[in-house]
Nanobody
Framework: QAQPVESGGGSVEAGGSLRLSCAAS????????LGWFRQAAGKEREGVASVYIRSDVKHYKDSVAGRFTIFQDSAKSILYLQMNNLKPDDSGMYYC???????????????????????WGQGTQVSVSA
């Protein structure tokens, strides 16, 4: 599988919005869990949101619930992360990832996923100023 290609990051003021995209050819099928992760400077990579394609069940980090929305365009094999009401703590490099749903999709699986995942893309930088 090819590395995913993330895009859509940028610099915004607090309260602004961004929509991230992830070109994930070959990843978006019904048996996959797709996720967005982020890594702030000096911190570990953490899960932000995930979705199980077959059921469309979604999971969000508590601090982004109600502000971020994960969704996909299966026909185009693109995963999105709509981010509204951005806060400075949302700043970081954002990455997308995919794996078999058999390995878990809920937030409890994110830490191990982040540690074990190998096929990270280049990411897209999000910077939110106060």
């Amino acid at each position: 599988q090819a590395q995913p290609v993330e895009s859509g990051g940028g610099s915004v003021e607090a309260g602004g919005s961004l929509r991230l995209s992830c070109a994930a050819s070959g990843y978006i099928n019904n048996d996959y869990c797709l996720g967005w992760f982020r890594q702030a400077a000096g911190k570990e990579r953490e899960g932000v949101a995930s979705v199980y394609i077959r059921s469309d069940v979604k999971h969000y980090k508590d601090s982004v619930a109600g502000r971020f929305t994960i969704f996909q365009d299966s026909a185009k094999s693109i995963l999105y992360l709509q981010m509204n009401n951005l806060k400075p703590d949302d700043s970081g490099m954002y990455y997308c990832a995919a794996r078999s749903v058999n390995l878990g999709c809920a937030s409890g699986s994110w830490r191990l996923w982040a540690n074990d995942h190998k096929n990270w893309g280049q990411g897209t930088q999000v910077s939110v100023s106060a």
